[in-house]
């Protein structure tokens, strides 16, 4: 499948780069074969260069077409084509002279570039490889006689013991090794930089919407307040006349949500507070126990089944207002998907809490787990939307983590870890 999008990822970059790399090299070398042949002849196999240079020409428009297409470009990949072009240099160069040609150090080329993109063992082979060829070249090659090394004083043919031919070998090994340390170390830091650069504008962005989400989550907390407040004077009222026991039992389902809706809001608050709140500790088991009547009271149709770790230690810790509405958030996301059929499975220790939650839903595409931490609202009621976001992003605040994954079976499989805070035993 070709590839038409606008946003090409970097390794199809670096790999383009390097065919017009190849092109402009493949011109050089047939201008070179045409100065040498028609202006000032040596000795060339001119036919097998030619052959050599037109075969490699037809690999570089293969690997052209291959950066067009779909599938991705792998650093194994990229690796490989390095691997080629020294192949093609050493062809061209064992029928010019080997080591005794003035291109040799063109070697260096394919090391700089995977210095800059690839990662250190990969570089260090297309070094060894680059100095392995040359090595090669230097006792092993086509002699050109304009190339060869001069006689010495006593007209005796130094040949390969030449000091010129061996101080250019040294001077390519060093220089490669050089390359490949420093370059290496420059390009490492350089995407060590970036890849925090990145975090840091993807952290600020996600403040800035999360800033945005709270104020309207205060403003909408200091809406909600006088209506609740009316109601609950108006259920008041009818709880204090005269009712058919099925209306009592209403306006009495009535007045908890109503007390719930009162809880949640100063949840809201406090959690949105810009002052931080002492948090006082608490059994993990009364917690979890909270949690979970909780959920079970404001979501009266779901049927869960809840496995808690017999061998949970009994300990208190510390946690956030907001930890709870996240993780509600979450057990409400499944209930949303699958009402009928939940398992929640809780443990923890005395590092962490750990939280699964599997339902039996239509679980999660493709799409919806690239945009997990975003604020991606959802045309469904209870989707993986805004909740899920927040949920991740306070959870995340205080080191947890939240992953989700499509579960054997189909639905969908929610884990949660949360470190304890200020663990002590009870």
């Given at each position: ?177 050089l390359i490949t340390y420093f370059v290496v170390g420059m390009a490492n ?142 057990l409400n996301n499944a209930a949303d998907a699958s009402p009928q059929q ?85």
């Amino acid at each position: 499948m070709i590839d038409t999008s606008t946003n090409i990822s970097a390794a199809r970059q670096n790999l383009r780069r390097l065919i017009n790399i190849r092109y402009i090299a493949l011109v050089g070398q047939g201008l070179t074969l045409f100065f040498f042949t028609q202006i000032y002849p040596l000795e060339l196999p001119v036919a097998t260069i030619a052959y050599l240079v037109l075969f490699f020409a037809a690999v570089t428009a293969l690997t052209q077409w291959r950066s067009y297409f779909s599938k991705a470009i792998s650093e194994n990949e990229f690796f490989g084509h390095l691997l080629i072009d020294i192949i093609a240099l050493t062809s061209v160069m064992y029928f010019s002279g080997g080591a005794t040609n003035p291109f040799i150090s063109y070697y260096l080329v394919p090391i700089s570039i995977a210095a800059i993109t690839l990662p250190a063992p990969m570089t260090w082979g297309v070094t060894a490889a680059s100095l392995l060829a040359y090595s090669g070249l230097v006792f092993y090659h086509h002699p050109i006689a304009g190339l060869a090394p001069h006689l010495g004083h006593d007209g005796v043919n130094l040949d390969m013991s030449n000091l010129h031919v061996i101080g250019m070998w040294v001077n390519f090994a060093l220089s490669a090794g050089l390359i490949t340390y420093f370059v290496v170390g420059m390009a490492n830091a350089l995407r060590k930089q970036e890849a925090e650069l990145t975090a840091q504008k993807e952290e600020q962005m996600q403040d800035e919407q999360l800033l945005a989400i709270a104020t309207q989550a205060a403003n909408a907390a200091h809406e909600l307040g006088t209506p609740l407040n009316t109601m609950k004077l108006i259920i008041d009222n009818i709880k204090s006349s005269p009712l058919s026991e099925a209306l009592n039992k209403d306006a009495g389902i009535l007045d908890q949500q109503i007390d719930r809706c009162h809880k949640t809001l100063q949840n809201l608050v406090r959690a949105a507070s810009i002052i931080e709140e002492h948090e006082n500790p608490q059994l993990v088991s009364s917690y979890i126990d909270e949690l979970l009547n909780n959920w079970q009271l404001i979501r009266p149709e779901i049927n869960p089944h809840i496995e808690i770790d017999r061998n949970n230690p009994a300990i208190t810790a510390c946690f956030h207002p907001s930890v709870q509405q996240s993780l509600q958030n979450l057990l409400n996301n499944a209930a949303d998907a699958s009402p009928q059929q939940i398992e929640v499975n809780i443990r923890w220790n005395r590092q962490e809490l750990q939280i699964q939650i599997r339902d039996h839903g239509t679980g999660i595409t493709a799409e919806q787990a690239e945009k997990m931490g975003r604020p991606t609202p959802s045309n469904k009621p209870g989707g993986l939307g805004i909740g899920l976001f927040l949920s991740h992003s306070s959870l995340n605040r205080h080191g947890g983590q939240v992953k989700l994954a499509n579960a054997d079976g189909g639905g969908l499989l929610t884990s949660v870890l949360l470190p304890l805070r200020n663990v002590h035993s009870s």
